[in-house]
């Protein structure tokens, strides 16, 4: 059986992130292409949180091969600028720790100070139709 190009070799289960990118979660895409995936994090930190992942399944940032390495960093900063007209923000912030999910991602959050990057900051409660809107804005931009 041949397997998709988003399926880690050493990981026995998908993880959520390539659910997403195979279709099986929906999720409010910002950009995609061939090599990457940026979607709104449903539990943001502010409006706006954006994960940006690779479609291949590598756990952590630093096994990347380098090329795909260097992409990533290259995809957020094309979405840093949109994102930041986009959300009317001083700044995007950067997180990588990627201790919840199993897949490589970067945060790139809409910011005005740094303490909206504390993760015990999450408490927007947001519906469907406010994270669409957030999604066209921020792809308007793009």
Known sequence: MERSPALAVNNIMESVFTKIINGEIPAHKIYEDDKVLAFLDIHPLTDGHTLLIPKQE?????DLPDDLYNYMWQIAKKLAG?????MGVK?????????????????????????????G???HDMTDEQFAKIAERIK???
């Open 140 to 142: 308007h931009e793009i």
């Open 58 to 62: 590598i756990d952590y940032l630093f």
């Open 121 to 123: 900051a999450r408490n």
């Open 91 to 119: 700044r995007v912030g950067v997180i990588v720790e990627g201790f919840l999910v199993p897949h490589t991602h970067i945060h790139l959050v809409p910011i005005d100070n740094d303490q909206q990057l504390k993760h």
């Open 82 to 86: 949109p994102l930041k007209d986009a």
